[in-house]
């Protein structure tokens, strides 16, 4: 089973064309070797994890659970970034020994230190950066620069949440986290809802990742202190 997951993370694999420049900081951490790493142009891995508590019917959760869970992968030299789904079902080892269990279970039980060992060992590469974003953050996020244009992959509604396939329009906050959320209807369950993910990542870097971005600093600090 472990290995047959494994796979199933290798193959969800798509490529992000960006020249867009991230700089992220891990607490309490000596980051001069990532400095020289990218001045080297060594690749790059940070990884997302979306977890789901913060608002909807998660708000009042106490702990989370990573429910969304992606490595990107920047290549300095080729200006390319990978992002590898993994999904949130997969069974690996916990904690660094034998002891099997969902990945999602890691954040829950020892927050990104422990959801980074068990990612790390079960991908075999090194993590250098992390990104945890609430479902409440995600929201206000996209709310922030007004919305978030797609065009869905499928028809389908989600809590009141309605969809169109091929009809591109601009969707809420909380639509678009919706959008990204939906499994039980789609005929590919968690691989379908991983790529709906990655579409919205790429539009995300597409329409925010711009000149724009610089007049809604203020704004995100801001949600970057409350969340």
């Given at each position: 089973?472990?290995?047959?997951?494994?796979?199933?993370?290798?193959?969800?694999?798509?490529?992000?064309?960006?020249?867009?420049?991230?700089?992220?900081?891990?607490?309490?951490?000596?980051?001069?070797?990532?400095?020289?790493?990218?001045?080297?142009?060594?690749?790059?891995?940070?990884?997302?994890i979306g977890l789901d508590s913060g608002?909807?019917?998660?708000?009042?959760?106490?702990?989370?659970?990573?429910?969304?869970?992606?490595?990107?992968?920047?290549?300095?030299?080729?200006?390319?970034?990978?992002?590898?789904?993994?999904?949130?079902?997969?069974?690996?080892?916990?904690?660094?020994?034998?002891?099997?269990?969902?990945?999602?279970?890691?954040?829950?039980?020892?927050?990104?230190?422990?959801?980074?060992?068990?990612?790390?060992?079960?991908?075999?590469?090194?993590?250098?950066?992390?990104?945890?974003?609430?479902?409440?953050?995600?929201?206000?996020?996209?709310?922030?620069?007004?919305?978030?244009?797609?065009?869905?992959?499928?028809?389908?509604?989600?809590?009141?949440?309605?969809?169109?396939?091929?009809?591109?329009?601009?969707?809420?906050?909380?639509?678009?986290?919706?959008?990204?959320?939906?499994?039980?209807?789609?005929?590919?369950?968690?691989?379908?809802?991983?790529?709906?993910?990655?579409?919205?990542?790429?539009?995300?870097?597409?329409?925010?990742?711009?000149?724009?971005?610089?007049?809604?600093?203020?704004?995100?600090?801001?949600?970057?202190?409350?969340?």
């Open positions: 089973v472990y290995w047959s997951y494994k796979i199933t993370a290798n193959e969800s694999i798509s490529a992000v064309q960006t020249n867009t420049t991230i700089d992220l900081n891990q607490n309490n951490e000596d980051d001069s070797g990532r400095e020289k790493q990218i001045k080297n142009e060594k690749p790059i891995s940070i990884l997302l608002a909807l019917m998660y708000e009042n959760e106490q702990s989370s659970r990573s429910d969304a869970i992606i490595l990107a992968t920047l290549n300095p030299k080729t200006g390319q970034t990978t992002l590898t789904n993994i999904p949130r079902d997969t069974w690996l080892p916990i904690d660094g020994v034998d002891e099997f269990s969902k990945v999602n279970h890691a954040y829950m039980n020892g927050g990104i230190v422990q959801s980074k060992q068990a990612i790390s060992q079960y991908l075999g590469v090194p993590i250098d950066y992390f990104v945890t974003v609430d479902m409440k953050a995600f929201i206000e996020v996209i709310d922030t620069f007004g919305g978030l244009e797609l065009t869905p992959n499928q028809t389908f509604t989600q809590n009141n949440a309605s969809f169109t396939e091929g009809q591109r329009e601009m969707f809420t906050g909380e639509e678009v986290i919706h959008y990204a959320r939906m499994r039980k209807q789609d005929p590919n369950g968690d691989n379908g809802r991983q790529v709906r993910q990655q579409q919205v990542i790429k539009e995300i870097i597409a329409q925010y990742f711009d000149a724009s971005i610089l007049k809604q600093v203020p704004k995100l600090y801001k949600l970057y202190q409350d969340n």
